[in-house]
């Protein structure tokens, strides 16, 4: 019985991988790593990706269609509304974002809307505004809590720290595709992951994930990790050369 | 040019960094007054995190008050005495402010606190600054001396308090009782709005103890030394946000600046220096009131809190 269990599972693996079910996702990025130096003003990477199919994969009707969305390191956020008290405008309310990504670029090989009907955009995470929306939850029963989110991604969009290219996947033939991803300067430093999706008709076939990471290197690492590790001794320094440059300068200018 | 800054975590273009703080600088140099409270601001309007900017900022106004000091010990315009008993009462009310700080971020309403407190700090006392130039100049206009001398006998009240202390280069005798309250009230407002103080110390000494204007300069610039010195310590220690990279750009400006800034000092008339500070004062409170009053084009904002970095 049991090693007839094994057989079976065997037997649907092959099928599975042999069969006319679905394509396969090949991914790669031109580069793992991205190094902060002095003169360091952002980067742009490139997702290369190859759609693999074989003679028996299925005829589609419609075209391949790619999502490609990338989520920096998480960190807690706040968003704050200023309301109007009496004659002045104050932050009253704010709602707290404990793990969302300081970074989010989605990508797709044309527009969204396009691909699938705005149901299966939510239900599947994808775009701006579903990426962070929490599993199962299609729809929000705090209307509130729409607003703060809404108003989340349209400010990050605001410091190109989010961002959306509805065009940002070329195929370069029927089955190679490539897309840039832009890093801005002011994106934090941490781990980043990239999330490939194949589309066809609204629904997705395949899907790879890869990832770079965003470091500070040489000198930029070095004072970097000095300020957390000796705060004592870069506190000093920062003083001492302080003072030393305002003394230099009383000497430099000195006429009298 | 472009340099990325380690700790800010942003690149920033080197030349404007070192034209407004050489800008700043000179005001700096001119007035007596460290500039952190329009550096501060200027480099938040840049998007460099506040705690940095803050953090930052007081290295740049320690290395730029050094120059200062340096320029008036040498002209013999500082009084180290005074300066003494301004730094020991700093420190009581720079301890009493952050308690006071701490407080009212546990109560959610530090942000508040801290603008209306800009606005009514800089409109009140710039206000009052100006109204005092305007009939000075009036006077002079109208032939008559610019202020009534100052006659022997005829003081104010406060400065005949017990513990009386004889300050010869301010050409001072006065209780220490309501100069040290002056440097408590500075440090307190200094540790919750995290500017030095000077924009209130020089006005507080000209006006309360008509201590001729060159020697509250220098004597300010003392004080905002010592104080900012420590802040540059405390803040590295406490939550390491000491951009030292954006600090030596900061310094390099600064202290340029306030070489100038001080010789100017020298070939301005008392008066228009009243004006022209009271202008500065204001102009910086008016920014706060219109933020504080005018409807915001965006009215949510995002931070990623400190504690997460």
């Known amino acids: ?27 790669a990025m031109s580069a793992h790593q991205v190094q902060i130096t002095s003169n360091y003003t952002g980067s742009q990477l490139t997702v290369f990706g190859l759609v693999e199919r074989d003679g ?38 704010q709602r707290r974002f404990p793990d969302n990504p300081v970074f989010l670029h989605v990508a797709s090989s044309r527009p969204i809307d396009a691909m699938m009907s705005l149901e299966v955009a939510q239900r599947d995470r994808v775009g701006l505004a579903n990426a962070e929306r929490a599993p199962g939850n299609w729809i929000d029963l705090d209307p509130g809590s729409v607003r703060f989110r809404d108003s989340l991604v349209r400010i990050m969009q605001a410091k190109d ?13 029927n089955s190679l595709f490539s897309a840039p991803v ?16 194949l589309y066809s008709g609204g629904v997705p076939l395949a899907r790879q994930q890869t990832n770079f990471e965003v470091v500070k290197t040489g000198i930029e690492q070095r004072l970097a990790s000095g300020a957390y590790d000796w705060p004592l001794l870069y506190g000093l320094a920062a003083a001492l050369m302080a003072l030393f440059l305002g003394w230099g300068a009383s000497v430099i200018f000195r006429r009298d | 040019m472009q340099i990325y800054l380690p700790i800010a975590e942003l690149p920033i273009s080197v030349l404007m960094v070192l034209g407004l703080s050489g800008a ?25 995190p506040p705690a940095v900017a803050v953090a930052t900022v007081a290295a740049q106004v320690a290395g730029s008050s050094m120059t200062g000091v340096l320029t008036y010990l040498r002209r013999k315009a500082l009084d180290l005495k005074l300066g003494a008993v301004l730094v020991s009462g700093g420190i009581m009310g720079t301890v009493l402010g952050v308690l006071f700080f701490n407080t009212m971020r546990r109560l959610g309403q530090l942000e508040l606190v801290i603008t209306l407190s800009y606005v009514t700090l800089f ?25 009534l001398k100052r006659r022997g006998g005829m003081h104010p009240w406060w400065m005949g308090l017990p513990l009386r202390m004889r300050f010869n280069r301010s050409g001072l005798y006065c209780s220490v009782l309501p100069i040290a309250l002056l440097a408590i009230v500075i440090g307190f407002i200094g540790a ?20 001729p204007t060159a020697v509250v300069v220098g004597t300010s610039l ?18 390491q946000s000491v951009d030292i990279v954006l600090a030596t750009l900061l310094l390099i400006g600064g202290v340029i600046g306030a070489q100038f800034g001080g010789r100017a000092a020298r070939n301005l008339n008392v008066e228009s220096f009243r004006l022209l500070l009271a202008l500065l004062i204001l102009s910086v409170g008016l920014r706060f009131a219109i933020e504080l009053f005018v409807p915001p084009s965006e009215p949510f904002s995002v931070v990623v809190p400190e504690s997460a970095r």
């Open chain 2, 192 to 211: 919750v709005l995290g500017v030095g103080g000077g924009f209130i110390l020089v006005p507080g000494l000209i006006y309360f103890f008509r201590i």
């Open chain 2, 24 to 48: 700043v600088g000179f005001i700096s140099g001119l007035f007596g007054v460290g500039g952190g409270f329009l550096l501060t601001p200027l480099l938040i309007f840049l998007d460099i």
């Open chain 1, 1 to 27: 019985m049991n090693r007839l269990g094994a057989l079976l599972a065997l037997l649907c693996a092959w099928i599975g991988a042999t069969s006319a079910r679905a394509e396969t996702l090949i991914a």
């Open chain 2, 222 to 239: 003392f004080q905002i030394l010592v104080t900012m010195t420590g802040a540059t310590l405390l803040h590295a220690v406490t939550n």
């Open chain 1, 161 to 173: 720290l989010y961002g959306y290219d509805e065009r940002g996947v070329t195929f370069l033939s």
């Open chain 1, 56 to 93: 028996r994969t299925v005829a589609r009707t419609g075209p391949y269609d790619i999502l490609i969305t990338v989520r920096g390191p998480r960190r807690m956020l706040l968003v704050r509304e200023k309301e109007r008290l009496g004659p002045i405008w104050i932050n009253r309310t």
């Open chain 2, 123 to 147: 409109s009140v006392i710039g206000g009052l600054m100006l109204y005092d130039a305007l009939r000075a100049l009036m006077r002079v206009r109208a032939g008559k001396p610019a202020r």
């Open chain 1, 182 to 197: 832009d890093i801005p300067a002011t994106a934090p430093t941490g781990s980043y992951t990239v999330d490939i999706v």
